[in-house]
């Protein structure tokens, strides 16, 4: 479809994995927290199984593009964290992207009990009034 052939689009599964979809392959972002301001992240690859064959030279070039992107998306995360933590920071704006992975949160919260969750690591609820849930399509 247009969709798929003509943007990049990524599947998120409860808790902690991101995917973005590719025809040929495809990796698996896993993101595990370590502390409040630490995370692992754990990347892995699934597609075509070559078996004996050594694999095809193009997918070099893939592998290292996904990992130059992955090496610039990492590379201020401690620049950022301090900047979020600083006393200057009082808010962010969020791109639609970036709302639908904070809404996510939101629900991971809802699924935990925020009751179960301190104020301090608690998402904020401040996506409710704009969406709408449509259980008969």
């Given amino acids: ?6 943007t990049s689009y990524s599947y998120h599964f409860f808790p902690n994995i991101v995917t973005p979809l590719d025809v040929a392959a495809f990796p698996f972002l896993v993101m595990w927290p370590v502390d409040v301001g630490k995370t692992r992240l754990d990347i892995r690859w699934h597609g075509v199984d070559w078996g004996d064959a050594e ?35 009082s808010e962010t704006k969020l791109n639609y992207q970036e709302r639908r992975i904070y809404y996510l949160h939101e629900h991971i919260d809802r699924l935990i009990g925020e009751e179960n969750i301190s104020d301090a690591l608690r998402i904020p609820r401040l996506l409710d009034p704009y969406v709408e849930f449509v259980t008969d399509p």
Wanted: hydrophobic share 40%; net charge negative.
């Fill in 1 to 6: 479809g247009e969709i798929p052939r003509t």
């Fill in 55 to 89: 694999r095809h030279k193009g997918w070099e070039a893939v592998f290292q593009l996904f990992d130059l992107v992955v090496a610039e998306d990492t590379a201020n995360l401690s620049w950022i964290q301090k900047s979020i933590e600083s006393d200057g920071f």
